[in-house]
């Protein structure tokens, strides 16, 4: 089975560009996530789809960053405009449905730096 | 690669002695438990879970153990190996509805050979 894509692994931009993130689940899981790992830290949610609903944004910075999962296969995460405490590495986890167990398995992650 | 945490507590063992990594978690609500791995430059990679209605849990050469009373997790790495040399995440569901996962800080095991 193959498990969550994610690209591009690496991006370096400067303060105030654009940026996206994208992220293919495993085939067949409805819920789809987008998690913030700042060095040292454990991944903080930033965003949970079910299908392409959102089910929790809470904690999604939304003056810039927004994410979209259309047909609720894919999804995109941006950044707009970037700021230096951005730099982190943007991590995907997919996850079979909302109800427990709730085994989330992630994606290798995108690694940004803002400068 | 660049280490995923830089600042975290360390464990050092030798190998083939046994691990304990401990977590304490902070919301008495919540009714799943879940401890990944993460080696540098990769994502968590789930290890091993369990339900707040259990006490402990054993899979292949690990046993997670809950005790709820002091809200305290723990993961046991029988003979311990080199390849477990990473940094492991206690993560909790706070069962209020929506299942993403809260992540605690994280600890580094680092085995000697």
């Known amino acids: 089975e193959a498990g969550v894509a994610q690209s591009p692994r690496y991006k370096i931009i400067e303060k105030r560009q654009s940026v996206a993130f994208w992220c293919n689940p495993i085939?067949?899981?409805?819920?789809l996530y987008w998690y913030q790992q700042i060095l040292g830290q454990g991944p903080k949610l930033l965003i949970q789809?079910?299908?392409?609903?959102?089910?929790?944004d809470s904690q999604l910075p939304k003056d810039r960053f927004s994410a979209e999962r259309l047909k609720g296969v894919d999804s995109t995460l941006k950044i707009q405009p970037a700021k230096l405490e951005d730099s982190a590495v943007y991590l995907c986890?997919?996850?079979?449905?909302?109800?427990?167990?709730?085994?989330?398995?992630f994606g290798p992650g995108t690694r940004l730096t803002v400068l | 690669g660049e280490s995923v945490g830089l600042h975290l507590p360390t464990l050092s063992v030798q190998e083939g002695d046994n691990s304990i990594i401990n977590c304490a978690y902070s919301?008495?609500?919540?009714?799943?438990f879940i401890w990944y791995k993460q080696e540098s430059g990769k994502g968590p990679q789930f290890i091993i879970d369990?339900?707040?209605?259990?006490d402990k849990r054993q899979g292949q050469r690990v046993t997670v153990l809950l005790n709820k009373t002091v809200k305290h997790l723990s993961l046991q790495i029988a003979a311990t190996q080199p390849g477990d040399s990473a940094v492991y995440f206690c993560?909790?569901?706070?069962?209020?509805?929506?299942?993403?996962?809260?992540f605690g800080s994280g600890t580094r095991l680092q085995v000697q050979p």
């Open positions: 986890a997919s996850s079979s449905g909302v109800v427990a167990p709730n085994t989330q398995y």
């Open positions: 085939s067949g899981h409805a819920t």
């Open positions: 789809f079910q299908n392409n609903g959102v089910v929790d």
């Open positions: 919301n008495s609500a919540s009714d799943y």
């Open positions: 369990i339900r707040s209605n259990m």
């Open positions: 993560a909790e569901n706070k069962g209020t509805g929506r299942r993403a996962l809260t």
